[in-house]
């Protein structure tokens, strides 16, 4: 796999997380990116959303982002929004830097907006494995693609891996833990030892431990991609400040993972840890409708979209759900349960 010039697996090739920690300035976003580049990153990413594609009226805040102060979903994200528009001088400071700059996608209707600019690579959310569209959109891009794989089973992973059968070559997966922060002790680095057993393609760890030496044992156990939030300042107001690095923790994290102490031990595997389920439930993805669906009527496409949280049917079975009959009233913006619908007419 090939990132822009770069032969993934050469060197622990390293991505410093911007994320919403930009706080939706673009001003500040073009400050995180010259300070990754001057910290030894390889990349930075950013993140595309917009609320009203991505939040339906059942939307609500993880855990974490209550404990970060936040108390309203929407308003949450409406802040931290940046519009490809605004990602484009971003994108061209990290290219004159000469780092590249990566993008996480969350909606399947941003893709095509996505694509207007020259990112060197796609990344998806842990949350998105099941999000079967959303998945193979970014795979046809032809760009190279990392899967994140927080609150995940082996089973999901395997399933996401054949959808992405056309896009192998240029495929990498990276362990993850979705906890913002996670606790060193439940950094689970033995799925980087199960991932690398089970599939083919390169392996990195996501890390969102809070010190700088996870980095280089996930290296040593053989990540060779790592992705780590970065900010300003760890006390600002937002969702990841908190679960970040400065600029100077950044430069010592990169430091240690490029030259990496002896294997540890570990155990290979892979599980959903309990501080997961919370994010694999609020940020997971649901089919959700796009109108008011009265009793009888037969579901089509133009019906459905894609939005959180992740508690009705998943997208991987949006074609389950064509042509079946609604059985009771569902309101606009809703999660649509099984139970909702007929058995195929």
């Known amino acids: 796999m090939r990132i822009g010039s770069r032969q993934i697996g050469e060197r622990p090739y390293i991505i410093a997380e911007i994320g919403v920690n930009h706080d939706g300035s673009v001003d500040r976003a073009l400050e ?13 990413k950013l993140q595309l959303f917009r609320a009203d594609l991505l939040m339906s009226r059942a939307s609500m805040l993880a855990t974490y982002q209550q404990s970060a102060g936040e108390s309203d979903p929407f308003a949450m994200l409406r802040r931290l929004e940046l519009t490809v528009d605004q990602m484009e001088p971003i994108v061209a400071l990290a290219h004159q830097l000469g780092i590249h700059a990566i993008v996480t996608v969350f909606s ?34 032809g760009k190279p693609l990392i899967l994140s794989t927080g609150a995940s089973t082996m089973e999901e992973i395997h399933r996401a891996i054949v959808w992405l059968r056309l896009a192998q070559d240029r495929l990498a997966v990276l362990q993850c833990v979705s906890s913002y922060p996670t606790p060193p002790a439940q950094a689970e680095l033995g799925g980087i030892k199960l991932l690398k057993r089970a599939l083919t393609c390169p392996i990195g760890y996501s890390d969102h431990t809070p010190g700088e030496e996870t980095g280089a044992l996930a290296v040593a156990l053989g990540a060779s991609i790592l992705e780590k939030h970065f900010t300003y300042d760890t006390n600002a107001k937002g969702p990841d400040h908190s679960a970040s690095l400065t600029a100077a923790s950044l430069r010592r994290y990169i430091a240690a ?21 919370d994010v694999r439930q609020v940020s997971r993805q649901s089919i959700v409708t796009t109108r008011e669906l009265s009793v009888g009527h037969l579901i089509g496409r133009g019906d459905l979209t894609f939005k959180r949280p992740g508690t009705g049917i998943p997208p991987c079975d949006v074609e389950r ?3 079946h009959r609604v059985v009771r009233p569902v309101e606009r913006d809703t999660p649509l349960q099984w139970d909702d619908l007929s058995s195929m007419s």
Not at 32 to 44: F, P, Q, Y
Not at 263 to 276: F, G, N, W
Request: aromatic share 2%; proline share 7%; net charge negative.
């Open 108 to 141: 399947l209707d941003l893709v095509g907006d996505a694509e207007r600019l020259a990112w060197d690579a796609y990344k998806t959310a842990s949350p998105d494995i099941i999000h079967k569209p959303l998945l193979e959109a970014l795979g046809a891009t």
């Open 257 to 277: 993972a490029r030259n990496p102490g002896p294997m540890p031990e570990v155990e290979a595997m892979k599980r959903v840890l309990d501080i997961e389920k």
């Open 32 to 44: 995180l990116t010259r300070s990754a580049a001057e910290s030894g990153a390889d990349a930075v």
């Open 321 to 323: 759900v064509l042509s």
